[in-house]
């Protein structure tokens, strides 16, 4: 993690007081190390690429994830996307079944997800490094810390926003948003292990008819 940190300009005011915090000296200098001896992902370059593919004024849905892939190839800095040419992982599959279930109609299967993000999805992780293999590995190292002031900044300077919450981790990640202001959807996480809750939430649906509502301009899942 290069200095000094790579983030779109507009997160910049939200998140620059991060920064200049002893944990977050800290976790670059873990990120650092990690990247110069292991093999990490994301790519360094794209270790931010979900706030630089979806500025803090254009921040319409926030999907919050947990850790990045970490099997070679798939991590691409946006939770949930891979590249494309990468195999759709499962919990992406499950995904796009509730999402073509939910609308009614066949949609793209491409896995890059860049196309939510580039109309106002915040796909987010908590943590946003991995090692290879090792799921969890940089975990309460400050990422998370770092990824909740963002959280934290939309709460408070944005209104109208939809938070889409799937399982226990990302809702207590979202706890603390404030839904007389927002709009918090809440299900199962997509995983093959508890798509039962996931599927016939509705969340894109709901959160379309939420957006519209207020005047703005869909998300065309």
Same mark, same amino acid.
């Not at 957006?211 to 998300?219: D, M, R, W, Y």
């Given at each position: 993690?290069?200095?000094?940190?790579?983030?779109?300009?507009?997160?910049?005011?939200?998140?620059?007081?991060?920064?200049?915090?002893?944990?977050?000296?800290?976790?670059?200098?873990?990120?650092?190390?990690?990247?110069?001896?292991?093999?990490?992902?994301?790519? @360094?370059?794209?270790?931010?690429?979900?706030?630089?593919?979806?500025?803090?004024?254009?921040?319409?849905?926030?999907?919050?994830?947990?850790?990045?892939?970490?099997?070679?190839?798939?991590?691409?800095?946006?939770?949930?996307?891979?590249?494309?040419?990468? @195999? %759709?992982?499962?919990?992406?599959?499950?995904?796009?079944?509730?999402?073509?279930?939910?609308?009614?109609?066949?949609?793209?299967?491409?896995?890059?997800?860049?196309?939510?993000?580039?109309?106002?999805?915040?796909?987010?992780?908590? %943590?946003? %490094?991995?090692?290879?293999?090792?799921?969890?590995?940089?975990?309460?190292?400050?990422?998370?810390?770092? %990824?909740?002031? @963002?959280?934290?900044?939309?709460?408070?300077?944005?209104?109208?926003?939809?938070?889409?919450?799937?399982?226990?981790?990302?809702?207590?990640?979202?706890?603390?948003?404030?839904?007389?202001?927002?709009?918090?959807?809440?299900?199962?996480?997509?995983?093959?292990?508890?798509?039962?809750?996931?599927?016939?939430?509705?969340?894109?649906?709901?959160?379309?008819?939420?957006?519209?509502?207020?005047?703005?301009?869909?998300?065309?899942?």
């Amino acid at each position: 993690m290069s200095k000094p940190v790579r983030i779109d300009e507009s997160w910049r005011p939200h998140l620059e007081a991060e920064f200049a915090k002893p944990y977050f000296s800290a976790l670059r200098e873990f990120v650092r190390e990690e990247y110069a001896g292991q093999r990490v992902f994301p790519p @360094a370059a794209r270790i931010f690429r979900a706030f630089d593919a979806c500025p803090f004024e254009k921040v319409k849905v926030v999907i919050l994830g947990q850790d990045p892939y970490h099997g070679a190839g798939q991590a691409n800095g946006l939770c949930f996307s891979v590249d494309a040419g990468v @195999a %759709t992982p499962p919990s992406l599959g499950n995904i796009f079944k509730e999402l073509e279930a939910d609308l009614g109609r066949p949609v793209s299967r491409d896995a890059d997800l860049s196309r939510w993000a580039s109309q106002g999805v915040l796909l987010l992780n908590a %943590t946003l %490094t991995v090692r290879e293999g090792a799921a969890g590995s940089h975990q309460n190292r400050g990422w998370e810390e770092f %990824t909740d002031a @963002a959280v934290r900044e939309l709460n408070e300077k944005r209104r109208g926003l939809v938070f889409m919450l799937w399982g226990s981790y990302a809702r207590r990640k979202g706890s603390g948003i404030d839904r007389s202001r927002h709009l918090v959807l809440e299900a199962g996480h997509p995983s093959p292990l508890s798509a039962q809750r996931f599927f016939g939430c509705r969340h894109f649906s709901k959160a379309n008819a939420y957006l519209a509502a207020q005047g703005v301009t869909p998300i065309d899942w």
